[in-house]
């Protein structure tokens, strides 16, 4: 069971640690890093996991790849298929259903300046 993905009830921890909700689904956004990092500590005392929702934003799935890859219990990346124009996500590769996470500084993209601050494009400020 799976839930806690919009504005889960205080007593929402009371359930998991009852055994009622085996999988924590907080939005990433919402919640924040910080956050993840706390709860995933906390969950590893028993038996629930983590999969932060993250459906909607393709760049966050880099984000929650990371934090998958640091953590024990983390149980599911929401993330569907697509590609983005201006995004090199070099060394980024899914095999056999497993995403591979490259060991590259931030986020682990960068992206392509000649496709930023045309007309009808974004700006890059630095």
């Given at each position: 069971?799976?839930?806690?993905?919009?504005a889960p009830?205080?007593?929402?921890?009371?359930?998991?640690?009852?055994g009622?909700i085996?999988?924590?689904?907080h939005?990433?956004?919402f919640?924040?890093?910080s956050?993840?990092?706390?709860?995933?500590a906390?969950?590893?005392k028993?038996?629930?996991?983590?999969?932060p929702?993250?459906?909607g934003?393709?760049?966050?799935?880099f984000?929650?790849?990371?934090?998958a890859?640091s953590?024990p219990?983390?149980a599911?990346?929401?993330?569907?298929?697509?590609?983005m124009?201006g995004?090199?996500?070099e060394?980024?590769?899914?095999?056999?259903g497993?995403?591979?996470?490259?060991?590259?500084?931030g986020?682990?993209?960068d992206?392509?300046?000649?496709?930023?601050?045309?007309?009808?494009?974004f700006?890059?400020?630095?």
């Amino acid at each position: 069971m799976a839930d806690g993905e919009f504005a889960p009830p205080p007593y929402f921890f009371s359930l998991v640690e009852e055994g009622l909700i085996d999988v924590v689904q907080h939005d990433f956004r919402f919640e924040g890093l910080s956050w993840w990092r706390a709860t995933a500590a906390r969950l590893e005392k028993g038996p629930a996991r983590c999969a932060p929702h993250c459906w909607g934003s393709y760049i966050e799935r880099f984000h929650h790849a990371h934090f998958a890859a640091s953590i024990p219990n983390y149980a599911l990346l929401e993330a569907a298929p697509a590609r983005m124009p201006g995004l090199i996500a070099e060394g980024w590769e899914l095999r056999e259903g497993i995403l591979q996470v490259p060991d590259t500084p931030g986020a682990g993209f960068d992206v392509d300046p000649s496709l930023f601050g045309r007309d009808g494009g974004f700006v890059l400020s630095v």
